[in-house]
């Protein structure tokens, strides 16, 4: 009953908002891209808009303990790149090259059972399977992310970042109010499932190599684990891989909720810092349930494991939006 109360008490704040009844999308065709570089990733112009980020009390899927609800009215203010995909293997692998850049050793990988790998790394040692150029880099912590991000805008002389968390979610949604994307027809539990067509997550292909105890989306991807970036279908502002193949490091401390967090695409971070930051999307190791627009997951800063990775962010300039 509170939950009940709390959802509608929230609708009625949030009325004329700016968010239809029923989803409007932006045409995919129409997203502008800007590329800094050659080998520099192509980032999608994100418009400013409205938004009610998490999931309203007493979804199906809903899980409180990653602090989904209760929901927040959020205004993007300005527009902003994100990567049309997740950064990939050659990617980051020129950045390793041209910076120099030595990342701690070690990687969380599966054989047979979940151990870390102290030789384990980005490139693939120590991994059943070695990533491909154009696979989502994974093997990869926030303090990897965030000196890609440092070492591209010495580089460009534009100012990349980690996306908020807020900026995620709005981007992720793109303009949807349902839990996924690409439609209603996907939660957990259904027989058949849109999820195969629009994501990369532990299904009917992943399942026959990894038997994790867990439901799987009843559909075939045909990617055992890892697939190459965009893959499947974007989203309707011409994103990729928003749900599933890897979780996303967002700048974000990660907290238990939204209570007290700004209403704005900023990240919400603390003086001093924060050992835990925020993951987003899910991954090809993800039951459906957790393969949602609002779905949170935490890790602290150094964790490192083959099914995480991360998309950059990007400031734009005066004009840049249009």
Request: charged residues 25%; contains cysteine; neutral net charge.
């Amino acid at each position: 009953m509170k939950s009940i109360l709390i959802g509608l008490l929230l609708a009625a704040s949030t009325a004329g908002f700016g968010y239809a009844a029923e989803d409007a999308p932006v045409a995919a065709g129409a997203a502008k891209i800007i590329r800094d570089c050659p080998t520099c990733p192509e980032m999608v112009v994100v418009p400013a808009g409205k938004f009610i980020m998490g999931t309203p009390g007493g979804s199906e899927e809903m899980d409180e303990d990653t602090g989904e609800t209760y929901q927040l009215a959020v205004t993007i203010d300005k527009p902003f790149g994100l990567g049309k995909t997740e950064i990939t293997t050659a990617q980051y692998g020129e950045f390793a090259r041209e910076a120099d850049y030595k990342p701690d050793p070690g990687c969380r990988l599966w054989n047979d059972r979940w151990l870390n790998d102290p030789k384990g790394d980005f490139r693939g040692a120590g991994q059943m399977r070695a990533p491909k150029p154009n696979f989502p880099v994974v093997c990869v912590s926030w303090t990897d992310a965030k000196a890609y991000a440092a070492w591209l805008s010495k580089k460009t002389g534009k100012t990349y970042r980690l996306p908020s968390e807020s900026e995620w979610e709005y981007a992720a949604r793109g303009g949807t109010t349902s839990p996924r994307y690409f439609g209603m027809n996907s939660f957990e539990g259904v027989s058949i499932s849109l999820a195969c067509d629009h994501a990369n997550v532990y299904d009917v292909t992943s399942q026959a190599k990894y038997p994790f105890p867990y439901p799987y989306a009843r559909c075939k991807d045909n990617y055992e684990d890892l697939a190459p970036a965009a893959s499947f279908k974007p989203n309707a502002f011409g994103l990729y891989d928003m749900t599933g193949n890897v979780w996303e490091w967002v700048e974000d401390c990660y907290t238990g909720a939204y209570w007290g967090r700004p209403p704005n695409q900023a990240a919400w971070v603390w003086q001093g810092g924060c050992e835990t930051r925020g993951l987003r999307g899910g991954s090809w190791i993800s039951r459906p349930a957790d393969a949602r627009s609002a779905k949170r997951h935490s890790e602290p800063i150094t964790t490192k494991t083959t099914y995480i990775g991360f998309r950059i962010a990007r400031d734009l300039g005066e004009g840049e939006a249009k």
